[in-house]
């Protein structure tokens, strides 16, 4: 603070000139350093207490977005309304009573939005420290008023900090506030539930556990869980408790099928009509409402379309964990009738959608469904992609003759339409893509060729009817190597397909482990009856191997015949082909595929990616089958009146309105 002297102040007269030149006498030292000290202290009391300090970007984040699910602290927002209702020393000590407080205030009707939201925070810290699920479900419904508040105030601005927070306090109470007794699910049901201020009663339509003809049961809350093997997550943000839901067993189809042990994402929602009155009176009804991701993207609350919070990757990873692969998948390879005893090789993680294309994996040698993981994962985050196609799996065992698998997979797609679509109403049901790596691209190859007598003729040297073979023998021969192409399928892709052969199928190793393969035992009756023929009827007489590894020996009859057969008219084809290194493509592999065995004429187009043999898991690889797709999507949509769902920009909104 400074001391300035009057503008009326004037100089002390002395009197004469030798006044002028008149000395005062020193001060005492003493007096001196009173002095002094008098100045500091008048002059510190006098500076403010405020300062200011420039920091980094990544301070300013956390100092904007420090609340109670990031730090376990109130946000400076409740801060706020704490300090202008003197009530931050009494939440420090009695967080309840604090809290009775402000909700009298608004009661009263002297706090409005500021306070509903502080009241959700202060909810969940309490709920987190000691106040457990009534105060989870009161940061609930205290967070669904400030963001609906139903007419009496405007919704807060989606540049309020506050908006998404608020919505993570709902999602994340509604979550903990339902809680089974055993905090290892979720409860969708009916119930009574107890609340600081009164009681919730929650109503719920046991109808909506529906979903495909299965019931939907075993809820999880997935937004919980640290996802480890998939690359990229994602989650698709809004309102709502993320559940990764089981299904009970429904009606098996024998040739499609909603995968056994199939995870689902739905999404819980508490609706809550209006909910500051309610909450202020303290006897609060809401309707549980539960929306499978398959089914709807988006609810209306207030008239209005609001997204629903969905983590498709965390449920994918929870479906996951815990599978038998290795097991599974050499036991494919070495077991040929692992998997007999399934009603369907061909399954789908969702019931079928009108109007959707079915995309069909097929795995390679040694694999399984499940290494398609990361390519579905990224492929249904798109939803361009997710509102437009559904995705099957054909498993079948990989040790097992191609022809055979083939047919098993032809079998499957024929009588997937017939089951689904016996009446032939549904176009997108005739426009299936199928996908297939390694040996599972040559079974693709199978879906969609002429054969005539090529394949017959390069294993017999006679017709059918003159053989000497047991009639379901010939049966069975004939049906796996005469070959038309499956009507519903119009397009393949091939991923590291060995057309010409693998040159790693034809080493010593490769062939020790085909001789361990077991055929199951109808082939074991196949192949005893074919050794018994003498070499004026077939060209395998005296042939030890009958397997797959056999048949992709580079110069087997199989391979050298199926890359002269042309694939039919009306079908396009694509090949993605990986190469190791920066070589020449030309004379590249991938470590089990050469290129030239990879590459065949006649197809649409022809991607190169630099990579091993597992290439569908390469970002690259996974761009170009989306690229596939939805050119895909575009030329078959100009065959048809209707093209199915709508695309991004027009979300599946339930017409639920409660």
């Known amino acids: 603070?400074?001391?300035?002297?009057?503008?009326?102040?004037?100089?002390?007269?002395?009197?004469?000139?030798?006044?002028?030149?008149?000395?005062?006498?020193?001060?005492?030292?003493?007096?001196?350093?009173?002095?002094?000290?008098?100045?500091?202290?008048?002059?510190?009391?006098?500076?403010?207490?405020?300062?200011?300090?420039?920091?980094?970007?990544?301070?300013?984040?956390?100092?904007?977005?420090?609340?109670?699910?990031?730090?376990?602290?109130?946000?400076?927002?409740?801060?706020?309304?704490?300090?202008?209702?003197?009530?931050?020393?009494?939440?420090?000590?009695?967080?309840?009573?604090?809290?009775a407080d402000l909700r009298a205030l608004v009661t009263q009707g002297h706090g409005g939005a500021d306070e509903i939201f502080a009241l959700a925070e202060m909810s969940f810290l309490h709920a987190e420290e000691r106040g457990g699920p009534p105060y989870y479900l009161a940061s609930a419904l205290y967070a669904y008023a400030f963001l609906f508040p139903g007419g009496l105030d405007q919704p807060p601005s989606p540049y309020d900090p506050r908006f998404r927070l608020a919505t993570d306090l709902y999602n994340r109470g509604l979550t903990s506030g339902l809680a089974t007794e055993?905090?290892?699910?979720?409860?969708?049901?009916?119930?009574?539930?107890?609340?600081?201020?009164?009681?919730?009663?929650?109503?719920?339509?046991?109808?909506?556990?529906?979903?495909?003809?299965?019931?939907?049961?075993?809820f999880f809350p997935v937004a919980e869980l640290q996802v480890h093997g998939l690359d990229a997550r994602y989650r698709q943000p809004g309102i709502g408790a993320p559940l990764a839901a089981g299904t009970t067993q429904g009606t098996l189809a024998k040739g499609?099928?909603?995968?056994?042990?199939?995870?689902?994402?739905?999404?819980?929602?508490?609706?809550?009509?209006?909910?500051?009155?309610?909450?202020?009176?303290?006897?609060?009804?809401?309707?549980?409402?539960?929306?499978?991701?398959?089914?709807?993207?988006?609810?209306?609350?207030?008239?209005?379309?609001?997204?629903?919070?969905?983590?498709?990757?965390?449920?994918?990873a929870y479906m996951l964990d815990g599978m038998p692969v290795w097991e599974f998948e050499f036991g494919g390879f070495l077991r040929g009738g692992l998997l007999d005893k399934m009603p369907s090789r061909l399954v789908a993680l969702e019931p079928y959608r009108s109007g959707r294309i079915p995309v069909v994996f097929v795995h390679g040698t040694a694999s399984s469904p499940v290494r398609w993981a990361e390519m579905l994962n990224d492929l249904r985050s798109d939803p361009r992609i997710r509102d437009r196609f559904q995705f099957w799996f054909f498993s079948y065992e990989t040790g097992n003759p191609v022809p055979y698998s083939a047919l098993l997979l032809r079998d499957a797609l024929q009588e997937a339409v017939s089951t689904l679509d016996p009446s032939g109403q549904e176009p997108?049901?005739?426009?299936?893509?199928?996908?297939?790596?390694?040996?599972?691209?040559?079974?693709?190859?199978?879906?969609?060729?002429?054969?005539?007598?090529?394949?017959?003729?390069?294993?017999?040297?006679?017709?059918?009817?003159?053989?000497?073979?047991?009639?379901?023998?010939?049966?069975?021969?004939?049906?796996?190597?005469?070959?038309?192409?499956?009507?519903?399928?119009?397009?393949?892709?091939?991923?590291?397909?060995?057309?010409?052969?693998?040159?790693?199928?034809?080493?010593?190793?490769?062939?020790?482990?085909?001789?361990?393969?077991?055929?199951?035992?109808?082939?074991?009756?196949?192949?005893?009856?074919?050794?018994?023929?003498?070499?004026?009827?077939?060209?395998?007489?005296?042939q030890t191997g009958f397997g797959s590894v056999h048949a992709m020996t580079p110069g087997?009859?199989?391979?050298?015949?199926?890359?002269r057969t042309p694939i039919a008219a009306g079908v396009k084809a694509h090949s993605i082909i990986a190469v190791r290194g920066d070589g020449p493509v030309e004379t590249g592999d991938d470590g089990v595929v050469e290129?030239?065995?990879?590459?065949?004429?006649?197809?649409?187009?022809?991607?190169?990616?630099?990579?091993?043999?597992?290439?569908?898991?390469?970002?690259?690889?996974?761009?170009?089958?989306?690229?596939?797709?939805?050119?895909?999507?575009?030329?078959?949509?100009?065959?048809?009146?209707?093209?199915?769902?709508?695309?991004?920009?027009?979300?599946?909104?339930?017409?639920?309105?409660?």
């Open 428 to 542: 997108a049901l005739r426009e299936m893509v199928v996908i297939g790596h390694s040996q599972g691209g040559l079974l693709t190859k199978l879906t969609a060729v002429d054969t005539g007598a090529r394949l017959w003729n390069t294993a017999f040297r006679k017709p059918p009817d003159q053989l000497q073979l047991d009639p379901e023998t010939r049966d069975l021969l004939t049906r796996a190597l005469f070959i038309k192409p499956v009507p519903s399928v119009k397009r393949l892709v091939f991923i590291a397909t060995p057309h010409g052969g693998s040159y790693v199928a034809g080493n010593r190793i490769s062939q020790f482990v085909a001789s361990l393969v077991r055929l199951p035992g109808r082939l074991l009756r196949v192949s005893s009856e074919i050794g018994k023929l003498d070499d004026a009827s077939t060209t395998l007489a005296g």
């Open 1 to 99: 603070m400074g001391v300035h002297a009057s503008q009326n102040a004037r100089p002390m007269a002395t009197g004469g000139a030798g006044a002028r030149g008149m000395r005062h006498p020193p001060l005492p030292r003493g007096f001196v350093a009173v002095l002094l000290l008098a100045w500091t202290l008048l002059a510190g009391g006098c500076a403010t207490a405020v300062s200011v300090e420039r920091v980094d970007h990544g301070t300013v984040h956390q100092q904007l977005t420090h609340n109670v699910l990031s730090a376990h602290a109130l946000s400076d927002p409740t801060h706020n309304v704490l300090r202008r209702w003197s009530l931050t020393d009494r939440f420090l000590t009695q967080p309840e009573n604090a809290m």
């Open 182 to 218: 055993d905090r290892t699910g979720i409860a969708i049901r009916e119930a009574r539930h107890p609340l600081p201020f009164g009681e919730l009663d929650v109503a719920f339509d046991s109808r909506e556990l529906v979903w495909g003809g299965r019931q939907l049961t075993g």
């Open 595 to 658: 290129y030239k065995s990879a590459h065949i004429d006649g197809v649409e187009s022809e991607y190169i990616v630099r990579s091993g043999h597992s290439t569908q898991s390469d970002p690259r690889t996974i761009e170009e089958v989306r690229r596939i797709l939805l050119l895909h999507w575009d030329e078959s949509c100009t065959k048809r009146t209707a093209c199915g769902p709508p695309g991004p920009g027009a979300p599946r909104v339930a017409s639920r309105t409660r």
């Open 256 to 316: 499609f099928q909603v995968a056994p042990r199939v995870k689902t994402p739905v999404t819980a929602l508490l609706r809550i009509p209006d909910p500051r009155r309610q909450i202020m009176g303290g006897q609060v009804r809401a309707q549980l409402e539960l929306y499978p991701a398959s089914e709807t993207e988006a609810v209306l609350i207030d008239r209005q379309p609001v997204p629903l919070e969905v983590e498709h990757t965390a449920t994918l």
């Open 556 to 563: 087997s009859l199989l391979v050298q015949t199926l890359a």
